[in-house]
């Protein structure tokens, strides 16, 4: 059976029965939530470890390591890390309870408007996630500790906190994350008519100049971890470019047939 999209329903259901299922998909929201923060919690030292493994990795042989100043921190890091990772892996129930709770409000051409940029979303925030800790990260904490050693006869250890790291992971994964939206936002924009493809074309060099002021102000001040995010970004923005060409000559080549076969109707 082929996958179709009903139209908007018709029932006019009463402003109560909206308000509980909006409450019962919040309920299921957040159950799936708490589920998922449970399993992570007893996991919570096992993804710290997964966390750590590129600060691991910088640090010469046998030299990482984490430390903690006060003594509830690493309870509250593990507390972080459980419902940072929850968010992730619940997202898809919570991102369908929204959607299902949406959808019946929307015309068919509308949720086949919108149901790419639902799945392209966590695609390329995963996909930004992953470039940071697989690439950016590990480039930047080695920069970091390239600081150690001495200055005026004075020793200089990196001694980073659990707290501190966490923190900054976080900064990270969420920044790349959020930074590889972009072609979302611009399609949405683009499909709400609020920009064209040929002013973005022509603004190209203001959205260098953006791109790289992005970089410089999410990654470490080095140039390699700057390049890392505005190279992919900048990319993302042309492919935003090229995937508004197609959709401005499909709208285009549905109006010429609607305009054909009006006067043979």
């Not at 109560?16 to 992570?40: N, W």
């Not at 500790?145 to 990270?172: C, H, K, N, R």
Request: aromatic letters at 14%; glycine letters at 6%; charged letters at 15%.
């Amino acid at each position: 059976m082929a996958f179709k999209l009903r139209d908007i329903d018709d029932t006019q259901a009463p402003l109560l029965d909206h308000l509980i299922e909006l409450r019962t998909r919040l309920m299921r929201a957040l159950a799936a939530l708490v589920v998922a923060f449970g399993v992570c919690l007893y996991f919570a030292d096992d993804i710290l470890g997964f966390l750590a493994r590129p600060l691991l990795e910088a640090f010469p042989p046998g030299q990482g390591r984490l430390i903690y100043t006060k003594l509830y921190e690493v309870f509250f890091v593990e507390l972080k890390v459980a419902l940072f990772s929850a968010f992730f892996i619940s997202f898809p129930v919570i991102a369908n309870q929204i959607w299902a709770f949406i959808a019946p409000g929307l015309y068919a051409k509308e949720k086949r408007a919108f149901l790419p940029f639902i799945i392209a979303t966590p695609v390329l925030f995963i996909a930004g996630g992953s470039l940071a800790y697989f690439v950016v990260m590990p480039t930047a904490f080695r920069w970091f500790l390239g600081f150690e050693g001495t200055a005026g006869g004075i020793s200089i250890e990196a001694l980073p906190s659990a707290g501190d790291y966490l923190s900054l992971v976080m900064q990270f994964i969420l920044a790349f994350g959020v930074s590889f939206l972009l072609p979302v936002l611009l399609l949405l924009l683009h499909r709400a008519g609020l920009v064209e493809r040929k002013q973005l074309a022509a603004y190209r060099r203001y959205v260098m100049v953006a791109v790289v002021t992005i970089a410089a102000i999410v990654t470490p001040p080095d140039p390699g971890s700057q390049l890392i995010l505005a190279i992919p970004l900048y990319l993302l923005f042309e492919g935003s470019l090229v995937i508004m060409r197609f959709s401005e000559r499909r709208e285009s080549a549905g109006s010429a047939a609607a305009e054909t076969t009006e006067p043979s109707s």
